[in-house]
């Protein structure tokens, strides 16, 4: 599978392998998730680990994560996933400075490159939006995402930097001041495709989920605050996509065709839902089968048609069994 072309800090191109990522995250805090995780990292065997957690929980806990990810599961790349939420409601309402803001984000980016992180993934939310009553304008929004960013990508030269946020930016109009402030500094916009639903959600739901986050980024980079992907000719200069999908609650058939065939997605995220994470058993199996399609080379329904099944792409409990994870 051909790499996407990315820039790291310095703005270098970087050529950076597709494939399977998986985020460990857990209300545990994150060594403690590593620790639950580690059967299902290793049942699923991901390209890629990215470790999530706030700027505190990173500063204090990163360097022995990173070590315990690189001995226990050498076949997967390491990647951090940052919240950048934390104190910004506060900056919002006149109550921090913008150095108290860009501080925690800056030391994160410092140790990632200290550590030799592939990868950084920022997530910012809610708490960036613009909002009435607020004490700091659109423009001084922008302008703080424009410093977060010349500060990240300043103490992490050697990595590649995305941003995380809503699958569909047309629909969050308050976030645009931060987008168009922080996405200048990034080499991809990883959009939550997220499908979850008390009982599961149904099969399809997920399709037509990624269908309107591609329309709806489509509609967010023409009015202007989504940059270019460049999809037919992959540049070091636009901002690819690359979706994050959910691993519980999520309909199983959906999971593991999606996981199976994007070319290069994320999911949110080990361990399991017993374990304070956000991994069912069912999304489980749909990773596990996935990885296996993956390392096939195959769509999942090439995939059964070499197995004598039915090539009709739905994963079910004979494509599981064939596969040797139930």
Not at 201 to 230: F, N, S
Not at 295 to 318: C, M, T, Y
Request: aromatic share 6%.
């Amino acid at each position: 599978m051909k790499p996407l072309l990315q820039r790291n800090g310095r703005g270098e191109p970087v050529a950076v392998a597709q494939g399977l990522g998986l985020y460990v995250w857990g209300e545990r805090g994150l060594l403690a998730s590593l620790d639950a995780a580690r059967d299902e990292i290793d049942a699923i065997r991901p390209a890629i680990v990215v470790l999530h957690a706030s700027p505190s929980s990173l500063l204090r806990d990163l360097r022995v994560a990173v070590s315990r990810v690189r001995q226990r599961h050498p076949y997967a790349r390491v990647w951090v996933g940052c919240g950048m939420d934390g104190t910004v409601g506060d900056w919002r309402a006149g109550q921090r400075t913008d150095e108290q803001v860009i501080a925690p984000l800056r030391s994160v980016a410092a140790l990632c490159e200290a550590l030799a992180v592939e990868t950084i993934i920022w997530n910012g939310e809610s708490q960036w939006k613009d909002a009435p009553h607020d004490q700091r304008t659109p423009a001084e929004i922008e302008a703080l995402a424009d410093k977060c960013g010349r500060a990240v990508v300043k103490a992490a030269p050697s990595c590649v930097h995305w941003l995380s946020s809503f699958d569909q930016p047309n629909l969050h109009g308050a976030l645009r001041a931060f987008l168009r402030g922080f996405l200048r500094w990034v080499s991809a916009y990883t959009g939550q495709a997220y499908v979850a639903q008390a009982g599961g959600a149904p099969r399809g739901a997920l399709d037509r989920r990624l269908d309107a986050a591609a329309r709806g980024q489509e509609l967010a980079e023409r009015a202007g605050y989504l940059p270019d992907d460049v999809t037919s000719e992959d540049t070091a200069s636009d901002v690819d996509r690359v979706p994050t999908i959910q691993g519980h609650a999520t309909h199983l058939a959906d999971l593991a065709r999606a996981a199976a065939e994007l070319p290069f997605v994320l999911v949110w995220s080990a361990p399991l839902v017993s374990e304070g994470g956000r991994l069912d058993p069912s999304g489980l199996l749909a990773l596990r089968f996935a990885t296996r399609v993956r390392d096939s080379g195959l769509s999942v329904a090439e995939w059964q048609r070499s197995k004598g099944l039915a090539p009709d792409g739905i994963v079910g409990p004979k494509s599981l069994a064939a596969a040797g994870v139930q």
